[in-house]
């Protein structure tokens, strides 16, 4: 038995579907599906059985995924003392979406490097929720900055409500604030359909008897801008991408009734790193509700 294969163990246990699984650690779900088959062998019992679409880990299972975790955890922290043996610095990695990584950078940040001037922050960067949640479980973030709710296996420490805001082309004739009614017919860049997102923002919709749009559907953030700029659609943003989009041209008008989301740091059940930890109560100290 190999590290590699203990991350496998993780991974499916803590993703349910074999695809899932092997989406996050970045290789081909048949690759995935025989690695398991060949540590069960190795072994001699069954770790996962299957149901329906997905796996469930088998009481052999929880025993062996339980020791995995308290493994990995453990070379982490020989990684990090070998880290601190050979160099002054230590190193911090945060996971965080690009809407929420202004903030990060912005007001978060500089008062915690300017107290642990020793630490090396890498921001990893992930293209939405999902992208954090995988980054936190496959170990390639000590911590991530996103928007709740996240799954259960993960921890979250709520910093701050953000606010939702409605980013338009130049010259629509719209009311400051707009008025939740006026989205309905509204043209907007919307994440892809069938996404947590979009179900989160299609509950939001119906909530408010609305229908808009959906004038390009994409889970890419890096291209949501861009159909704006064109003046195809609106896009509904957090208030911290505000200032990226007055300095594109365009016009950023809040919502009535105001909508906001609880944004947190989440990390995985198990013993933060010291830099990781020293940051969380960092952030925690100088969260604004």
């Not at 008025?179 to 408010?208: C, H, W």
């Amino acid at each position: 038995m190999n590290l590699q294969q203990l991350r496998y163990v993780v991974a499916t246990a803590e993703h349910r579907t074999m695809t899932d699984a092997a989406r996050s650690l970045y290789i081909a779900q048949p690759a995935l599906s025989r690695a398991i088959r060949d540590l069960e062998r190795e072994l001699g019992m069954t770790l996962f059985a299957r149901s329906g679409r997905g796996v469930v880990v088998t009481a052999q299972g929880r025993r062996v995924v339980k020791l995995a975790r308290e493994a990995l955890d453990a070379v982490h922290e020989i990684e990090a003392l070998s880290t601190h043996g050979h160099s002054s610095e230590a190193e911090l990695r945060i996971a965080s979406t690009p809407s929420l990584e202004p903030g990060l950078a912005g007001r978060i940040l500089p008062s915690y490097t300017a107290e642990h001037p020793g630490v090396r922050v890498h921001i990893v960067r992930c293209d939405g929720r999902d992208g954090v949640v995988n980054a936190i479980r496959s170990q390639r973030a000590d911590l991530g900055l996103t928007d709740l709710p996240v799954p259960a296996d993960l921890i979250s420490h709520p910093l701050e409500r953000q606010e939702i805001v409605l980013i338009s082309p130049p010259g629509l004739d719209l009311p400051d604030p707009v008025p939740m009614s006026r989205l309905n017919g509204m043209r907007l860049v919307l994440p892809a359909g069938g996404s947590a997102r979009r179900r989160e923002l299609d509950s939001l919709f119906a909530k408010y008897g609305v229908a808009p749009v959906a004038a390009l559907e994409a889970e890419e953030r890096g291209n949501w801008l861009g159909p704006v700029r064109a003046g195809l659609a609106s896009l509904l943003w957090y208030r911290g991408m505000a200032d990226q989009a007055v300095r594109a041209g365009l016009v950023v008008r809040p919502l009535d009734p105001s909508i906001r989301r609880v944004i947190a740091i989440v990390h995985a059940r198990r013993r933060l790193p010291a830099a990781a930890q020293e940051f969380l109560t960092a952030a925690e100290g100088g969260s604004a509700a």
